[in-house]
């Protein structure tokens, strides 16, 4: 793990599960539950990423958008902010962060193009309004550490560097931020959750290598419950359930 995480600005924010759970009060007077909280941030993760696959950015991009994303709603009401607006913002400010840069006009084009409903439907304006704030949400910090950068280094020293490894632990990686493990925990202690969920689906046996890591073994091994826990819950995560939850939020007329 690069020592700069540890005197990084995303090191110092990390947060606590149950601070992460906490639903704004604004939100709760629009009836919000934690598991309305939770739906709606998943499918605006989704949302960031088919946007992103209509404008071809990395996979990076993505990863930095959505831990902004999922960031301001630690600081942010939805019913203040409109997830529908903060979603392609938080990619349109990412991908600067990142150094892709992708143009507002072109998210806005392929916003219209996904999605027939008014309430996606916002301009050039409302995503530059958006986007000062969410800089002022996030501080101004925008730089994000994620699990991809020690995952590769991780399978070569484990000798698990083939394809099927590889695709696999970047395909649970990617599944992560559906849920809100990168405000949480240490990104290469993600990345080794993964490796070890894989290892134990492909049988590989890790555990000699994962003891002389050192590295809390209950830590890791709480990470991958939570990893299976959410695929599990995954299957009732119906498009009803999501847009009841959205409906809830009223947030256009």
Known sequence: MSANFWTSSHYKHLLDQEDVDMVNPLDKE???????????????????LKLAQQVKVRQRVVATAVAYMRRVYTRKSMAEYDPRLVAPTCLYLAS????????????????????ADDKYRYEIKDILEMEMKILEALNYYLVVYHPYRSLSPFLQDAGLNDLNMTQLTWGLVNDTYKMDLILVHPPHLIALAC???????????TTVWFEELRVDMNVVKNISMEILDFYESNRMFTDERINAALQKLSLRP
Do not use: C, P, W
């Open 30 to 48: 629009k009836g919000i539950t934690l598991e309305d909280f939770k739906l709606i941030k998943m499918h605006m993760s989704n949302y960031i």
């Open 195 to 205: 490796i070890y969920i894989a290892s134990v689906l492909r049988e590989k046996d």
């Open 96 to 115: 600067k962060a990142e150094e892709s840069t992708v143009q507002a006009r072109l998210l806005v084009f392929y916003i219209k193009k996904l999605y």
